[in-house]
């Protein structure tokens, strides 16, 4: 018989063909019919050499269909995503899948990317692999819990937005929600209307609100019981929102993040039970003493994010300091080009101390000083060890802090001063400024000989030069084998991180004596705005 002439008799009917299509769009197997399922194994098993008999024809036709109907019965038959669970395949997808959150942000305009963010538009190549994986995503609560709304591009008549975010408020079921919404202040309410009807599923929540639309946030008061992350953004004027008592009830809420005018922050919060508070105003030594008066009853974690833009004529009168139980004091400031080219040395000097010298805080175990992560800052702020020196005394914490980060203009020697007065200390994060290196040999000898009661146990340090073997000797005195000694080392950007051999062979000792945990770091950041890398965790209290 000639090979031209070969045909094989495993080849399918087309019904039976269009059998097996119709069951992958499905998602089925042939259970039902064991006439087919058997077609089915036998092409499998023997196709492949019966297609060895067709390929010295490569035009052959039925040589083509007997490959596409092999690979469609391995699809069917053995496919392993066919056998998994649908809880598994959902959990799968979910992974996979460029989520919600991920894709869009509020920051994304136009009426195009609302209908987009709206329509889940990224959802849709998912949905149309089969009829199985169409369900999961359409049934699977998570794909849609994470609701973004702009109403400023939603068009005149609202009614069709308003139906396709009712597919994804339905759709999500009695999963809590993530929702990021916008309400713009001469736009009409309904969209957040209809989020505030489900505020009882209200879990992480961020909201861009103007006084229009407060009255449609009253109903939710009571009812924000998964509530656990609050983001405001208002105002940036003074306009005393009228908040009442809207969030008096939040019994899970533990991280608020506010942005705008410190006025405008809610007066009536469940502040006892807020372990992190980050507040964004730029400015905001203006305002600090106000800011002080109602973080009186705050015991979490406390992040102020201030871009420093003017420094005007009269700088304000110096605070009152007001006493609170805050339990960690991050700051990020810096200055723009503008008021860091205005302001004398001494200015600037005067403005961290007013924002240190606001607070008493006793209970204090974490103190950060880092630069504001704004495109328009490019130094890292200056250090006031006066004020530093006069925190630590009207709180009475020297003998208790016990984590210090410090990306600051901080000489080595102004560094060892501080240090010495923190017995406790355990945790110390560090950075060279851009016009020196900190951890000197000098300042490296004094971590061993001018402060021998610290024994640290976290050292995080970023250089934009080498680490020598003055190091080494640093870390051999505080690696003590008591406790692991945690060492990351980052290298700024422009720079390599470069480490001396001997000190190296050293380094790698310590760490196969299980004494030391070694990590390293490069820090991606372009050459002109390095800053951003250190402050980029919005609500965390992060050690760089």
Known sequence: MSVSAFHSELLLLETQ??????????????????????????????????????????????ARRLQTQIDLARGLLYSPIRRLPVELLARILETCARSHRDRYTIED??????????????????????????????????????????????????????????????????????????????????PLARLAQEAHRWRTVFLCIHEASIPTLLPIRGRLRVLEHLELSTSTGIRRLPWGDIFAECPKLTELVVTGHPANIPEVLPWRQLTRLAIYRNNIHRYIDRLAVLLSDFSGALSLNSLITRIGSSAPPPPVPQTSTITALVLLLSFDVEAEAEATEAEKLDIIANIMGAFVVPELSFFALKPEPEPEARRLPPWNPQAFESLLSRSSIAGSLRRLTLVALITGEELLRALEMLPALTV???????????????????????????????????????????????????????????????????????IEETTRDGLDLLVRQGLVRLETAS??????????????????????
């Open 17 to 62: 063909e269009e059998s097996v299509r119709e069951l992958l769009r499905l998602g089925a197997q042939p259970h039902h019919d064991a006439v087919l399922l058997s077609r089915l194994r036998r092409l499998v098993a023997w196709g492949p050499e019966d297609l060895l008999c067709y390929r010295s024809d490569i035009g052959d036709e039925r």
């Open 109 to 190: 305009e136009g009426d195009d990317i609302e209908l987009e963010r709206l329509r889940r538009t990224h959802l849709l190549p998912l949905a149309q692999v089969c009829a199985l994986w169409r369900t999961v995503v359409f049934e699977t609560p998570s794909f849609w819990s994470d609701i973004i709304v702009d109403d400023e591009y939603w068009p005149e008549s609202m009614q069709p937005h308003l139906d396709i975010l009712e597919v994804s408020i339905q759709r999500s079921k009695a999963r809590p929600l993530r929702i990021i919404c916008a309400a713009n202040e001469n736009a009409a309410a309904q």
């Open 428 to 498: 110390l994060c560090v950075a060279d400024p851009p016009e020196w290196h900190l951890l000197d040999e000098g300042t490296l000898e004094g971590l061993c000989r001018t402060a021998p009661q610290l024994r640290l146990t976290r050292l995080h340090y970023a250089t934009h030069t080498s680490v020598e073997p003055s190091f080494l000797r640093m870390v051999e005195h505080h690696a003590t084998g008591d406790d692991i000694f945690e060492l990351g080392l980052i290298s700024l950007p422009q720079s390599a991180l470069a």
């Open 523 to 544: 820090c991606r950041s372009d050459e002109g705005d390095w800053h951003v890398w250190f402050g980029r965790d919005r609500l965390g209290v992060p050690l760089l």
